[in-house]
């Protein structure tokens, strides 16, 4: 409660916070708010205007531009959230291992990562794609296998940096166990961390997902995604860029939502509670940095 | 009761492939009687903060064996609400997101106590260390450093266990801070008949509390000597040690 108190204080970040859930929620009852059928081929309306029953629109088909946006929140949000989800708790829990149990797990864990890492991102996707086929689930795939190397990467560092507090010592003395020191004092403490970096790299999905997408490899034709929208308005882009102007608005809106959510929940997640928070902080920054570099 | 036999540990230098390694401990014995407290000198990084985490059983020695009644202390079962610890650094020492009551009631719950008395229980132990019982609401960083200290102890004490090591439990607090504490662990060892492990660099704090008192240097035990005789110590270290002293 403390941090949904802390972040209504920031504007631009409550802001964020409330665009990402409005999107989210039309995504998942697209067939609510969608006024057509997003596949619905209708070639009288080519390249039709904006009018009133098409608000933005219709694409070189016919299909409502709209529809088409709003059924594309799926793919690239819901999945993307989804693919997140999944990379998060296998890095979580790799990541608890190798930064509390240190040692020879961590070891093993680590150089598995180093490896992962030692990818390029894209490259990884790409060749994925390229032994299972093109497709949204493979590209998710994809996503998962080299996501997960990161996420355990970053969240045993902030595991390793609280598991020696000394009441974690404190507890490990008193014969407590491990599980429960575990989730009674670091899974609280390492929380905020994780959600800051989740929500950061949700933007690199996005965005990574949109670029497969256009290139052809991502979700396949008819289904909408905003990446491959921008694809198909490629062709006219110079007679008709208008059509380009809806997904692209679309995926810088939604990936400067969860840029700003990113850096609202760092100030958020900062109670003078917390003692290693700038240490913490930079640490971060140079991860993210990195993240990017890397694809 | 807390047996320490020939206990070894070392540290790897350098990387993942490194041979080197840095000997910690050398072969480490000593006995601690019940209702004993036995106090661990030396200087910084002779090795005497590991030599308490060995005891409390957090990690593992080399060689030799750390026994609390005869048990092994690395079984957590062992160590449950029979061994305690207050450690130096009362700005970590309390779980930042737990109240002081949620803090004190940790080792109790651990055990699988009745809940009923836990709440006058976690005020009595306040009242034990000298805080009134509505800090038990408060979060850590609401404490002076030595209110936290308290609550350590209050902690610590919480499940009576019957050997509680002290790692620079006061060396952190100023010095009026210190003796009230000092004094208030005397109490309580008296009223629980606990031993203490009172592990310093402080000599004056030892020889107040400390029945016996060991003498640690690199990773060895130069001497051991009663309290009372802290005097008629015979190793040069352990003289030159005394003489160091700042006497008014």
Same mark, same amino acid.
């Given at each position: 409660?403390?941090?949904?108190?802390?972040?209504?204080?920031?504007?631009?970040?409550?802001?964020?916070?409330?665009?990402?859930?409005?999107?989210?929620?039309?995504?998942?009852?697209?067939?609510?708010?969608?006024?057509?059928?997003?596949?619905?081929?209708?070639?009288?309306?080519?390249?039709?205007?904006?009018?009133?029953?098409?608000?933005?629109?219709?694409?070189?088909?016919?299909?409502?531009?709209?529809?088409?946006?709003?059924?594309?929140?799926?793919?690239?949000?819901?999945?993307?959230?989804?693919?997140?989800?999944?990379?998060?708790?296998?890095?979580?829990?790799?990541?608890?291992?190798?930064?509390?149990?240190?040692?020879?797990?961590?070891?093993?864990?680590?150089?598995?990562?180093?490896? #992962? %890492?030692?990818?390029?991102?894209? @490259? /990884?996707?790409?060749?994925?794609?390229?032994? +299972?086929?093109? $497709? !949204?689930?493979?590209?998710?795939?994809?996503?998962?296998?080299?996501?997960?190397?990161?996420?355990?990467?970053?969240?045993?560092?902030?595991?390793?940096?609280?598991?020696?507090?000394?009441?974690?010592?404190?507890?490990?003395?008193?014969?407590?166990?491990?599980?429960?020191?575990?989730?009674?004092?670091?899974?609280?403490?390492?929380?905020?961390?994780?959600?800051?970096?989740?929500?950061?790299?949700?933007?690199?999905?996005?965005?990574?997902?949109?670029?497969?997408?256009?290139?052809?490899?991502?979700?396949?034709?008819?289904?909408?995604?905003?990446?491959? #929208? %921008?694809?198909?308005?490629?062709? @006219? /882009?110079?007679?008709?860029?208008?059509?380009? +102007?809806?997904? $692209? !608005?679309?995926?810088?809106?939604?990936?400067?939502?969860?840029?700003?959510?990113?850096?609202?929940?760092?100030?958020?997640?900062?109670?003078?509670?917390?003692?290693?928070?700038?240490?913490?902080?930079?640490?971060?920054?140079?991860?993210?940095?990195?993240?990017?570099?890397?694809? | 009761?807390?047996?320490?036999?020939?206990?070894?540990?070392?540290?790897?230098?350098?990387?993942?492939?490194?041979?080197?390694?840095?000997?910690?401990?050398?072969?480490?014995?000593?006995?601690?009687?019940?209702?004993?407290?036995?106090?661990?000198?030396?200087?910084?990084?002779?090795?005497?903060?590991?030599?308490?985490?060995?005891?409390?059983?957090?990690?593992?020695?080399?060689?030799?064996?750390?026994?609390?009644?005869?048990?092994?202390?690395?079984?957590?079962?062992?160590?449950?609400?029979?061994?305690?610890?207050?450690?130096?650094?009362?700005?970590?020492?309390?779980?930042?997101?737990?109240?002081?009551?949620?803090?004190?009631?940790?080792?109790?719950?651990?055990?699988?106590?009745?809940?009923?008395?836990?709440?006058?229980?976690?005020?009595?132990?306040?009242?034990?260390?000298?805080?009134?019982?509505?800090?038990?609401?408060?979060?850590?960083?609401?404490?002076?450093?030595?209110?936290?200290?308290?609550?350590?102890?209050?902690?610590?004490?919480?499940?009576?266990?019957?050997?509680?090591?002290?790692?620079?439990?006061?060396?952190?607090?100023?010095?009026?801070?210190?003796?009230?504490?000092?004094?208030?662990?005397?109490?309580?060892?008296?009223?629980?008949?606990?031993?203490?492990?009172?592990?310093?660099?402080?000599?004056?704090?030892?020889?107040?509390?400390?029945?016996?008192?060991?003498?640690?240097?690199?990773?060895?035990?130069?001497?051991?000597?009663?309290?009372?005789?802290?005097?008629?110590?015979?190793?040069?270290?352990?003289?030159?040690?005394?003489?160091?002293?700042?006497?008014?």
């Amino acid at each position: 409660m403390r941090i949904v108190h802390n972040l209504s204080k920031d504007k631009l970040a409550s802001l964020s916070l409330i665009i990402a859930v409005a999107i989210i929620l039309v995504g998942i009852c697209a067939p609510v708010f969608a006024p057509h059928d997003p596949n619905e081929v209708n070639m009288k309306l080519r390249y039709a205007g904006p009018s009133w029953e098409y608000l933005l629109g219709n694409d070189h088909l016919g299909r409502s531009v709209l529809s088409r946006l709003i059924y594309g929140i799926r793919p690239s949000m819901l999945w993307v959230l989804v693919a997140l989800g999944i990379s998060v708790g296998i890095g979580s829990v790799a990541g608890f291992i190798a930064g509390y149990f240190k040692g020879k797990a961590d070891t093993v864990i680590m150089r598995l990562c180093d490896v #992962m %890492l030692s990818f390029p991102g894209y @490259v /990884m996707t790409l060749a994925v794609v390229g032994i +299972l086929g093109a $497709g !949204l689930t493979n590209i998710m795939i994809a996503f998962v296998v080299m996501k997960w190397a990161w996420f355990a990467r970053v969240i045993r560092t902030s595991v390793m940096q609280y598991s020696e507090m000394d009441y974690v010592k404190f507890a490990q003395a008193c014969g407590i166990s491990h599980f429960k020191i575990i989730t009674k004092h670091i899974i609280p403490v390492t929380l905020s961390d994780i959600a800051v970096i989740a929500s950061g790299s949700m933007c690199s999905m996005i965005l990574q997902i949109s670029g497969l997408s256009f290139l052809g490899l991502g979700i396949q034709a008819p289904n909408a995604e905003w990446g491959m #929208m %921008l694809n198909e308005a490629r062709g @006219v /882009m110079f007679t008709r860029p208008e059509l380009m +102007l809806a997904p $692209g !608005l679309a995926i810088v809106i939604v990936v400067s939502a969860f840029n700003f959510l990113a850096d609202g929940l760092q100030v958020a997640l900062d109670p003078q509670l917390r003692t290693s928070s700038k240490k913490l902080r930079t640490n971060e920054v140079e991860k993210s940095t990195y993240e990017y570099a890397g694809g | 009761m807390l047996k320490v036999e020939g206990i070894v540990k070392s540290y790897k230098t350098g990387g993942f492939f490194a041979k080197e390694r840095q000997n910690i401990l050398r072969n480490i014995s000593f006995e601690c009687g019940s209702g004993e407290c036995l106090g661990i000198i030396g200087e910084s990084g002779s090795g005497k903060s590991t030599l308490g985490r060995l005891v409390l059983g957090i990690e593992k020695p080399d060689r030799g064996t750390v026994r609390l009644n005869g048990e092994n202390v690395l079984h957590r079962t062992v160590r449950l609400g029979h061994l305690s610890a207050v450690f130096q650094d009362y700005t970590s020492s309390i779980n930042p997101y737990f109240t002081v009551e949620e803090a004190i009631l940790e080792p109790i719950t651990a055990q699988r106590k009745s809940r009923a008395e836990d709440r006058s229980k976690v005020e009595l132990l306040l009242n034990q260390v000298g805080l009134n019982p509505s800090y038990m609401s408060k979060h850590a960083h609401e404490l002076s450093g030595g209110e936290a200290q308290r609550v350590c102890i209050a902690r610590a004490i919480s499940t009576e266990p019957e050997c509680i090591v002290l790692d620079e439990a006061v060396s952190s607090l100023d010095v009026s801070v210190q003796i009230q504490v000092l004094k208030l662990l005397k109490e309580l060892k008296e009223l629980y008949n606990m031993s203490y492990i009172f592990i310093t660099h402080d000599l004056q704090a030892a020889a107040y509390i400390c029945d016996r008192i060991i003498i640690f240097r690199d990773g060895q035990i130069e001497e051991t000597v009663e309290a009372q005789r802290l005097k008629d110590v015979q190793s040069p270290y352990a003289r030159k040690l005394l003489n160091s002293l700042i006497t008014f």
